[in-house]
């Protein structure tokens, strides 16, 4: 047969996802450039490797054992990768990280600075959300993740990183914005924005209402931190953010941290992948990268992440 490795990789990640769609996304290719080159391996393979039923596709056994063999060849084609960034004098090759969409707002300013002292290193940054992040996780797809709550019903492996401190915002004409030592119970009546049900920010707050004995029912749930900032900027109500997701908004005085007793919550980020999982040698620096940074003098980290001031 006369396939090529795109061939491969196009019907590896077709298969993987049960889905042309994502895997067009996975592969920043149009849907139907995917299927020309499925046909395409299809007919150097003489039979068809994939059924449709429905809505639904299915593999054939031809198929089955096609992505097996793409499986074998791909991850050998990996490991053949990182045997020779391992081998050579300078810190090459790529950087798979996969991303909250919370720690968008400063892993792009950590990379920049990777990438600046060594930029043989070829970074391939996916920002999505935790449930997508954690079957990226379970599919072994990246380098390692970086998330806040690490799930606990697979076999992982959680390095903590950056401190991810997370506090009370309101407008700026809140009536609390200028009081002191203001305490949850007496904001359970104001309308909070939310994000949506699972998200890492939302837990850590619902897990320190249940602590004070609180409920509140979100007026608004909104699928984005920018959204939710926007919403808070407009007056619609308070919310619980992430510290180094607002700091233009802070120094536009467009948003205020109101000052209530128990936060912020500090909890740390954490870079995870799959226990028994060999990190590439850029993958490794970059974590120890990672970690240097958390411990590092506020001097000479972004300005997002320093600390609180007291």
């Known amino acids: 047969m006369h396939l090529t490795l795109q061939q491969l990789r196009l019907f590896e990640a077709v298969a993987r996802h049960r889905s042309f769609t994502r895997a067009a996304e996975e592969l920043h290719l149009t849907q139907p450039a995917v299927s020309i080159q499925i046909r395409r391996l299809e007919e150097n393979a003489g039979t068809p ?21 793409a499986c074998d060849v791909l991850t050998r084609l990996r490991s053949l990768d990182d045997e020779l960034d391992e081998l050579a004098d300078t810190l090459r090759g790529p950087l798979r990280l996969a ?92 309308r909070w924005l939310m994000r949506e049900p699972g998200s890492g920010t939302r837990t850590s707050f619902e897990r320190e209402l249940a602590g004070q004995g609180l409920t509140i029912e979100p007026y608004m749930e909104l699928g984005s931190t920018e959204a939710i900032k926007q919403a808070v900027m407009a ?17 536009a005085h467009r948003l205020v941290i109101l000052d209530i007793a128990g936060f912020p919550l500090c909890r740390r980020w954490n870079a995870v992948h799959l226990q028994g999982k060999t990190l590439s040698r850029a993958a490794r620096s970059f974590l120890q990268f990672l970690k240097e940074t958390a411990e590092a003098p506020s001097g000479t980290i972004p300005a997002a992440l320093h600390p609180l001031p007291a």
């Open 235 to 251: 007056g619609l109500g308070l919310s619980v953010l992430p510290m180094h997701s607002i700091e233009l908004e802070l120094a």
């Open 49 to 69: 490797l994939i059924e449709h039923l429905g809505k639904r596709f299915f593999l054939t056994p031809a198929g089955e054992a096609m992505y097996a063999t």
């Open 99 to 190: 991303v909250a969409t919370t720690a968008k707002y400063f892993t792009p300013h950590l990379l920049g600075r990777f990438v600046a002292d060594h930029p043989a290193v070829v970074p391939r940054l996916v920002v999505t959300n935790r449930a997508r992040l954690i079957q990226r996780l379970g599919e072994n797809l990246d380098d390692f993740v970086i998330m806040g709550q690490v799930p606990d019903d697979l076999p992982l492996v959680a390095h903590p990183i950056i401190e991810n401190r997370l506090v009370v915002v309101a407008h700026p004409h809140h009536p609390g914005a200028d009081q002191a030592g203001l305490a949850l119970p007496d904001l359970a009546g104001e």
